[in-house]
Nanobody, 115 residues
Framework: QVQLVESGGGLVQPGGSLRLACVAS????????MGWHRQTAGKQRELVAR???????NYVDSVKGRFTISRDLAKSTVYLQMNSLKPEDTAVYSC?????????WGQGIQVTVSS
């Protein structure tokens, strides 16, 4: 079973930056898309960013111009560069990889934006 492991989270001041990484335990074949969700207590999980097999990207409006998603298909890895972070970006961020037949999730990593 493929496992996804996130890294790069933590505590950062408003205006700061973090880079999240999500690495699969083995190479994933047949990838359709890779992306990041986030969730805070009492709120629905929201899709933050997504990148397709063709490299097309989508972002939730609240992060456009601040976050950048990228991926390395050969390494089955997806990244999320987060700049100009705001307190409202505080959440647990989880990565995913979808294929023709499966949908893999990471455990999630905490990102806290606070002074």
């Amino acid at each position: 079973q493929v496992q996804l492991v996130e890294s790069g989270g933590g505590l950062v001041q408003p205006g700061g930056s973090l880079r999240l990484a999500c690495v699969a335990s083995e190479k994933v074949s047949g990838v359709l898309a890779m992306g990041w969700h986030r969730q805070t207590a009492g709120k629905q999980r929201e899709l933050v960013a997504r990148v397709s097999i063709f490299g097309d990207t989508n972002y939730v409006d609240s992060v456009k111009g601040r976050f950048t998603i990228s991926r390395d298909l050969a390494k089955s890895t997806v990244y999320l560069q987060m700049n100009s972070l705001k307190p409202e970006d505080t959440a647990v961020y989880s990565c995913y990889i979808s294929t023709h037949s499966d949908y893999y999730w990471g455990q999630g990593i905490q990102v806290t934006v606070s002074s």
